[in-house]
């Protein structure tokens, strides 16, 4: 047989073997195995990958979080929170194959960002199986990560003690009613009784906190937020003279105060002062500077009221020592502070001149006299025994702000003011900015 014979037998088998469909499909199935199985493969092991990555990705999220809340750099306290987060939902560092890394300097998100946010990157390595039947490598790298900015909240005080030690103290608070007031200590705080805490919003501390709640620990004492405004104290014209009042009454009529009054932007005394009837004060519309040097305001059982459209600053000044620089007596002082744009005092209702560290001391404060002031109460080196009900003045604004050395309370004492319109005095509110809030911005 020749060549062609055996070429012509060869396309007769290869035409037999086209036509014949017996086995097509087992011999197909063993040529497509490979791709076959990396397709599965790669639906397989994709599929599981995605589902771990989203597992990360919530657990990068959540450590990020925790990292920027408790941002303390000093201490590299973040990053134990951010690792002991992810710990939590089963990736540790260093542990199977998996590392997970907290930075502070993260820039991901430049215009929030300036090198300053909060960063979570967990990365775990795992196996390939069937995909490497494809060509794939033998291990995976899977990789989620979060960023977070925490960000300060302000938190203004309506009460702040500026001493240390014992600066704030509340005996048998069943009747103390503080509530919506945030208070601030630079010392310790003591909450006794079963409304220990008086309802206030919080009660953030610099030293020890003993049944306070709810308690926040301040990292800082809060500066003196007014001492500032003493040099704007007018000149004392008193030429060393500053009469003062015996046991049985005032020294005489010219420290005396009655009846109706009409005052200019500024008002002196030296000496005792004390209230011979019921005062009610018109100042002008920018409020009236009432200075007592070397000297107290007797209210003697009698009410000092500022009408409407006018603001009153009560100042004591004057030189420590032998002098009382306070408001006392039974009665009521009923003031209105300057109104916001009527000068240095706006919204300053009562201020003791931050020099005078004797004399100072009130006790019964809120009830002995009894206060209805709309305005800050700046009595820096006071020791306070309060009690009585604060209220707004009949003529004023929803503003109090009180700031004293020590605070006590003996089971009595309402606060029926709040901060609602202290914008409208003006004032600059005492505020820090312990509570960080966090934003996940990527």
């Known amino acids: 047989m020749g060549i062609n014979g055996k070429m012509r037998r060869v396309w007769r088998w290869l035409g037999r073997y086209g036509r014949d469909r017996r086995g097509n499909i087992s011999t197909m199935v063993a040529l497509l195995i490979v791709p076959l199985v990396g397709v599965m493969g790669i639906a397989t092991e994709t599929g599981n990958w995605f589902l771990m990555q989203r597992s990360m990705q919530n657990a990068a999220d959540s450590a990020v979080l925790a990292a920027a809340t408790n941002a303390n ?110 208070v601030l200590s630079n010392g310790d705080v003591t909450c006794n009784g079963s409304n220990s805490n008086g309802g206030a919003n919080s009660i953030t501390f610099l030293g020890s906190n003993k049944k306070c709640s709810p308690g926040i620990q301040a990292t800082t004492a ?45 008002q002196t005394f030296c000496g005792d002062m004390q209230l011979g009837g019921n005062v009610n004060l018109t100042t002008p519309s920018t409020g009236t500077v009432m200075v007592i040097y070397n000297g107290r305001l007797d209210l003697n ?41 009527s000068g240095t005092w706006s919204g300053m209702a009562i201020y003791q001149d931050p020099a005078l560290t004797t004399g100072v001391d009130m006790t019964a404060a809120g009830n002995s006299p009894t206060w209805n002031i709309s305005g800050v109460i700046y009595v820096p080196n006071s020791n306070l025994s309060f009690s009585g009900t604060v209220n707004k003045a009949n003529n004023g604004l929803q503003c109090f702000v009180l700031v004293d050395y020590t605070f006590q309370s003996n089971g009595t004492g309402t606060i029926l003011e709040n901060q609602s319109q202290c914008a409208q005095y003006g004032v600059t509110l005492p505020s820090t900015s312990n509570t960080v809030r966090t934003e996940l911005i990527y």
């Not at 009153?312 to 502070?337: D, K, M, P, R």
């Open 73 to 182: 750099a000093t201490n590299n306290s973040y990053q134990l929170e951010g690792k002991s987060v992810a710990t939590k939902f089963g990736y540790t560092n260093g542990a199977n194959s998996t590392t997970v890394t907290i930075v502070n300097n993260d820039n991901t998100v430049p215009a929030k960002c300036a090198s300053a946010c909060y960063a979570a990157t967990i990365t775990r390595t795992v196996p390939v199986y069937l995909n490497r039947i494809v060509g794939w490598s033998a291990t995976q790298s899977i990789t989620a990560k979060a960023v977070a900015v925490p960000q300060n909240v302000p938190t203004s005080y309506c009460l702040v003690s500026l001493g240390g030690g014992d600066a704030f103290h509340i005996n048998g608070g069943n009747s103390v009613n503080l509530n919506g007031c945030n």
């Open 222 to 266: 809060l500066p003196d937020p007014y001492s500032s405004l003493a040099t704007n104290i007018p000149s004392n014209p008193c030429g060393g003279s500053y009469p003062q009042a015996s046991n049985k009454g005032v020294v005489d009529a010219a420290h005396t105060l009655n009846g109706p009054l009409t005052w200019g932007a500024v």
């Open 301 to 341: 059982g009698n009410t000092l009221q500022t009408l409407a459209g006018s603001g009153l600053t009560i100042i004591f000044s004057g030189t420590s020592g032998a002098y009382s620089h306070i408001l006392y007596g039974g009665g009521s002082v009923n003031i209105s502070a300057p109104l916001a744009g």
